[in-house]
């Protein structure tokens, strides 16, 4: 079964500073994945979601992910954190036999003044 | 615009009661999940349909069964609620992808269920 890890419950970053959250994944054939944010005491939105078009994507809200086989990385980044980005980021494979989809266990996301 | 609608944001029912978490959406979609959110844990897949009346089991469908008489809507059912499902329960729906294509999964906004 497929399956992703994100490194990290959570993550703190200075506003302005970097954000990087990690995602890898295992997969022995091509993987669908996505990321998704949680804002406090609502659903999941779809941030980003990765279409073998092109290994790096670009979603909402100045976010991106790179796809790495290599790696079998799909770490989410955004060059300059804002104080709204404070939210929990959940990273997620497509089962392709059955369109099960697997989450990691979340980063939280802190956004220092 | 796209909707996934969940019954309820807040329910408290006690130790033991029958409780039904509802959820419709309104994009046609063949496939929809129940989740449940605990902190640390992540979400973890209860049940799961791909079609009227089809369900599949999930990671941890123990004290859970689920109810999909139309394609719109899901149900979860607590046949016996105890007080450690006590959580946020999420439904969601997709469309068929089935390693053809990657299509996302749309969220309702959440039922925080205490049981007491």
């Known amino acids: 079964a497929q399956s992703v890890t994100q490194l990290g419950s959570h993550v703190s970053v200075s506003e302005g500073a970097l954000v990087l959250l990690r995602c890898n994944y295992s997969?022995?054939?091509?993987?669908?994945l996505f990321w998704y944010v949680q804002y406090p005491n609502q659903g999941l939105q779809l941030l980003l979601k990765?279409?073998?078009?092109?290994?790096l994507v670009k979603g909402i809200n100045g976010f991106e992910a790179e796809f790495k086989k290599s790696e079998t990385s799909f770490h989410l980044t955004k060059p300059s954190a804002h104080m709204s980005d404070a939210a929990e980021y959940f990273c997620a494979v497509t089962q392709n036999r059955d369109d099960k989809i697997i989450f990691g266990k979340g980063t939280r996301l802190h956004i220092l003044p | 615009d796209v909707k996934v609608t969940q019954s309820s944001r807040y329910l408290v029912k006690r130790t033991g009661e029958k409780v039904f978490l509802e959820c419709v959406q309104d994009?046609?979609?063949?496939?929809m999940f129940w989740y449940r959110q605990d902190p640390g844990l992540g979400l973890r897949l209860i049940y799961f349909s791909y079609d009227v009346k089809m369900k599949e089991k999930g990671d941890i469908p123990e004290g859970y069964s689920v109810s999909r008489e139309k394609k719109e809507r899901f149900s979860l059912i607590l046949e016996s609620a105890s007080t450690n499902q006590t959580s946020m329960y999420l439904c969601a729906s997709s469309s068929i992808g089935r390693g053809r294509t990657n299509t996302e999964a749309f969220f309702g906004q959440g039922t925080r269920l205490t049981v007491v």
């Open positions: 990765y279409t073998s078009a092109a290994t």
């Open positions: 994009m046609d979609h063949e496939n």
């Open positions: 997969s022995s054939v091509p993987p669908y």
